[in-house]
């Protein structure tokens, strides 16, 4: 009791102090909730400028000028949102269809610029853009562009990155070593599709 009857002194004759901690702590503890809200709020604006344009997207029917208003409107509430990933994403895939290989390239070095902003939890997510420009490259015959990009580190999509080099290393008809990078990568791979795949590129290599 002496114990509390010393703090409860204490609190009395240092009570303007006490006020002014527990004002501080709240007013940080109520900043702190508010940016948390309005980043919440900005994230499901942009969500669902991005769901509206994706739900009315077509391939076949792109709409240049409806994707540049929903990019305009997304970068305003944030112009590192996920979401502008996504839609560089949709836009290079259009731009792959219509054989406009570099068009695509910007997108998708515009979409790794804004993830390299982004925390490890997004990584898949910059392994999907940089084996997708892997293949652009491979097709325009840019072996040693594709090969930089495969020299990142990849851990969710490995077994791509070893079927890439694998094809590049066939390209460059050295048939071993590709044999070798195909064989690495079916013994990573659990998808019996990719796997399918995998035991076909071996099944073509010809010296």
């Known amino acids: 009791m002496n114990f509390l009857n010393k703090i409860y002194a204490w609190i009395l004759k240092n009570y303007i102090k006490v006020i002014s901690f527990l004002l501080v702590i709240g007013l940080a503890y109520g900043t702190y909730l508010y940016f948390y809200f309005m980043a919440q709020k900005k994230d499901q604006e942009a969500g669902d400028l991005f769901l509206n344009f994706y739900n009315s997207y077509s391939a076949s029917n792109f709409n240049d000028q409806e994707y540049k208003i929903v990019f305009d409107e997304i970068s305003k509430i944030d112009d590192a949102s996920i979401y502008l990933v996504m839609l560089k994403s949709i836009y290079a895939t259009v731009s792959v269809e219509n054989n406009d290989l570099q068009k695509a390239l910007t997108e998708l070095s515009i979409a790794r610029e804004i993830l390299s902003s982004k925390g490890s939890e997004f990584d898949f997510l910059k392994e999907i853009i940089d084996l997708r420009m ?60 990719q796997k399918n795949l995998i035991n076909l590129k071996i099944s073509t290599l010809t010296d």
Not at 139 to 147: I, K, T
């Open 134 to 193: 892997v293949n652009i490259f491979i097709d325009l015959e840019d072996l040693n562009r594709a090969n930089d990009i495969l020299k990142n580190a990849f851990t969710t999509y490995q077994t791509n990155k070893l079927i890439l080099r694998g094809d590049i290393l066939a390209i460059e008809k050295k048939f071993d070593e590709a044999k070798q990078k195909y064989i690495d990568a079916l013994e990573r791979s659990e998808n019996d599709t």
